[in-house]
């Protein structure tokens, strides 16, 4: 059973069982057979894949997988997506930007062999969690986007998806009326700190602080979108 469920794992792109129990927890010493698990495979990848519901549009995504020091930190490769956000947000004042941070628990594997023994948060970035990962990465998104576009911190949304097992945030344009609680994808609020969109989480819950960066370089001769 065990190596059955590993070849459909694999087939369906997934590193492990995590991102499956999530959606179809196991009941008990007794394990579905294998019919059961393709359809459960099935129906997790379906919510991921659905249409997107009605007034959200995907942009685009940046990739974390070149720095495995800092990897959490926007790359410099993410600068056309970072751009592509920020003029879709100025076209469309009444929308906000989702950012869907993930990690890849195989990949970030290197990152995760001290972070994942340290019980604080490391502003540097050097040292992550490999639990924090997906929010960092949301969360250091957000704050480049802030801090070098100005943009207004309550329109940007910094979320996670723990079911998607990659190296990257992924930016989603929807309704002006999303917040935490409404973000029309699905996905789990990040905590940042400070709290910038509503409604804020309790003074007891962890938050993180992003970890900042240095501009990076504009394509010389481009205006801009500041």
């Not at 056309?80 to 628990?105: F, I, N, Q, S, Y």
Request: proline share 8%.
């Amino acid at each position: 059973m065990a190596s059955t469920l590993k070849k459909v794992l694999a087939a369906n792109g997934h590193h492990d069982a995590s991102g499956w129990r999530r959606c179809h927890p196991w009941n008990g010493p007794h394990r579905q057979a294998v019919a059961g698990i393709l359809l459960g495979l099935a129906t997790c990848a379906g919510a991921q894949t659905a249409p997107l519901p009605d007034g959200v549009e995907r942009i685009c995504a940046i990739q974390f997988d070149k720095d495995t020091r800092r990897p959490a930190r926007v790359e410099d490769s993410a600068l056309p997506c970072l751009r592509l956000a920020v003029k879709a947000l100025k076209e469309h004042p009444d929308r906000k930007l989702v950012l869907v941070g993930v990690k890849d628990p195989a990949k970030d594997l290197e990152a995760a062999e001290n972070g994942r023994m340290r019980e604080e948060e490391d502003a540097t970035g050097l040292d992550v969690r490999l639990e924090d990962l997906s929010a960092y990465r949301a969360v250091n998104t957000k704050w480049y986007l802030t801090r070098f576009y100005g943009i207004d911190p309550g329109r940007i949304l910094p979320t996670t998806d723990e079911t998607i097992f990659k190296q990257e945030v992924t930016f989603y344009l929807v309704p002006s009326a999303a917040d935490f609680n409404h973000n029309y994808l699905g996905t789990t609020k990040t905590n940042e700190r400070p709290c910038t969109v509503k409604p804020c989480y309790t003074p007891d819950e962890e938050s993180l602080k992003a970890q900042p960066r240095t501009r990076i370089p504009e394509p010389a001769g481009t205006a801009s979108t500041k």
